[in-house]
T-cell receptor
Framework: EDQVTQSPEALRLQEGESSSLNCSYT??????LFWYRQDPGKGPEFLFT?????EEKEKERLKATLTKKESFLHITAPKPEDSATYLC????????????WGAGTKLIIKP | GAVVSQHPSWVICKSGTSVKIECRSL??????MFWYRQFPKQSLMLMAT?????????EQGVEKDKFLINHASLTLSTLTVTSAHPEDSSFYIC??????????FGPGTRLLVL
């Protein structure tokens, strides 16, 4: 069964304290792995799509990496505005483009 | 690019009435649109997938006669909650996809049924 597990559930950091969020997955044929950011009361905001093991993508203080079993979202020197819930999702080749979602990691950056 | 809008952003209605939510892709043509429901502190739950000009495919447990989805054009999909009841109160979010892979989400619509 296709499954996505995110850890930790919540993470509190001081401003400037770098860390990583984990997304472990099992899927029968990965078409893509997606990272989104969701602020309270809003729809998810697209961050990255990763397609194959070894791929890396960066955007400002965020960097996403992918292996055959997991993905990491590295946050470098975070700022309070990076506080949000970060969602990971995978899409299988035989899925009609549907996403399988993790439960998310709630990130809180304290000034 | 890849901006998706939803209207209204929030709506309050009386039990038994119907509510229509619009989802528009503003700067791209969306071959596929998705409708989700999200409960507090939970992840997104897919309700249905729709392709332009075709009938929507509903997920198991979602009543197609209650949640009517129309995807009449490549930039517009609508979700109508018919005969709404308090248990239908939720946060409804749509997403749109250019070619099926990356989904771009709207800001969501909060529905409160009294």
């Amino acid at each position: 069964e296709d499954q996505v597990t995110q850890s930790p559930e919540a993470l509190r950091l001081q401003e400037g304290e770098s860390s990583s969020l984990n997304c472990s997955y099992t899927v029968s044929g990965l078409r893509g792995l997606f990272w989104y950011r969701q602020d309270p009361g809003k729809g998810p905001e697209f961050l990255f799509t990763l397609y194959s093991a070894g791929e890396e993508k960066e955007k400002e203080r965020l960097k996403a990496t992918l292996t055959k079993k997991e993905s990491f979202l590295h946050i470098t020197a975070p700022k309070p505005e990076d506080s949000a819930t970060y969602l990971c999702a995978v899409q299988a080749f035989d899925s009609n483009y549907q996403l399988i979602w993790g439960a998310g990691t709630k990130l809180i950056i304290k000034p | 690019g890849a901006v998706v809008s939803q209207h209204p952003s929030w709506v309050i209605c009386k039990s038994g009435t119907s509510v229509k939510i619009e989802c528009r892709s503003l700067d791209f043509q969306a071959t596929t649109m998705f409708w989700y429901r999200q409960f507090p502190k939970q992840s997104l739950m897919l309700m249905a997938t729709s392709n332009e000009g075709s009938k929507a495919t509903y997920e198991q447990g979602v009543e197609k006669d209650k949640f009517l989805i129309n995807h009449a054009s490549l930039t517009l999909s609508t979700l109508t909650v018919t005969s709404a009841h308090p248990e239908d109160s939720s946060f409804y979010i749509c997403s749109a996809s250019k070619g099926g892979e990356t989904q771009y989400f709207g800001p969501g619509t909060r529905l409160l049924v009294l």
